[in-house]
């Protein structure tokens, strides 16, 4: 069965500190996907990035960045120079293939605070 | 503009009540999702449909059924509530295919007295 641990619960920064949001994960298939969501106050889940498994290249987005270890299972998302509205909780997911469609797996979520 | 409409926000019921949770996707997606959200569990797959009148049970069915008459529509239906179904209950759409991001609703927050 597949897995998601996101190991920090809350994260607390102070505005335009870089902050870096673990996640690992488990999984027999060898192609999937993973992804970072954000939810806001507001209660919405927003889709941040996507990575697929047979391309480690890292890459950056504005303020975001990631970090996709194969070796390691592990794919870190950053945020560089914190700014109050990215206060939310954030969620790692892996994508599951089956034959009824894709389900995805989601970590515990990390809530991240960032004060002014 | 990518839409996941839930019907209500905020729902009190009583325990035994038969309580219905609507969602609606203008997308055309052909898969559709019903989570619920606890502290520190993370979002929990309770069931899933990938087309109309399919469904499969995902991590935590028990307690629940769904129902998808239409490709836009996904209900969730709890036949009689307990007070461990007090939760937020999200939808979620995305077109068919593993590389595809799921689109979530708002949420309800359920409270079950």
């Known amino acids: 069965a597949q897995k998601v641990t996101q190991a920090q619960t809350e994260i607390s920064v102070v505005e335009k500190e870089d902050v870096t949001l673990d996640c690992v994960y488990e999984?027999?298939?060898?192609?999937?996907?993973l992804f970072w969501y954000k939810q806001p106050p507001s209660g919405e889940l927003v889709f941040l990035i996507r990575?697929?498994?047979?391309?480690?290249q890292n890459e950056i987005s504005g303020r975001y960045s990631w970090n996709f270890q194969k070796s390691t299972s592990s794919f870190n998302f950053t945020i560089t120079a914190s700014q109050v509205v990215d206060s939310a909780v954030y969620f790692c997911a892996l994508s599951e293939w089956g034959a009824a469609g894709n389900k995805l797996t989601f970590g515990g979520g990390t809530r991240v605070l960032v004060k002014p | 503009d990518v839409k996941v409409t839930q019907s209500s926000r905020y729902l009190v019921k009583r325990t035994g009540e038969k309580v219905f949770l609507e969602c609606v996707q203008d997308?055309?997606?052909?898969?559709m999702f019903w989570y619920r959200q606890d502290p520190g569990l993370g979002l929990r797959l309770i069931y899933f449909?990938?087309?109309?009148?399919?469904?499969e049970k995902g991590d935590i069915p028990e307690g629940y059924s769904v129902s998808r008459e239409k490709k836009e529509r996904f209900s969730l239906i709890l036949e009689s509530a307990s007070t461990n179904q007090t939760s937020m209950y999200l939808c979620?759409?995305?077109?068919?295919?593993?590389?595809?991001?799921?689109?979530f609703g708002p949420g309800t927050r359920l409270t079950v007295t």
């Open positions: 449909s990938y087309d109309v009148k399919m469904k």
């Open positions: 999984t027999r298939d060898t192609t999937y996907y």
């Open positions: 990575r697929n498994s047979f391309d480690e």
């Open positions: 997308m055309d997606h052909e898969n």
């Open positions: 979620a759409s995305s077109l068919a295919g593993q590389r595809y991001e799921q689109y």
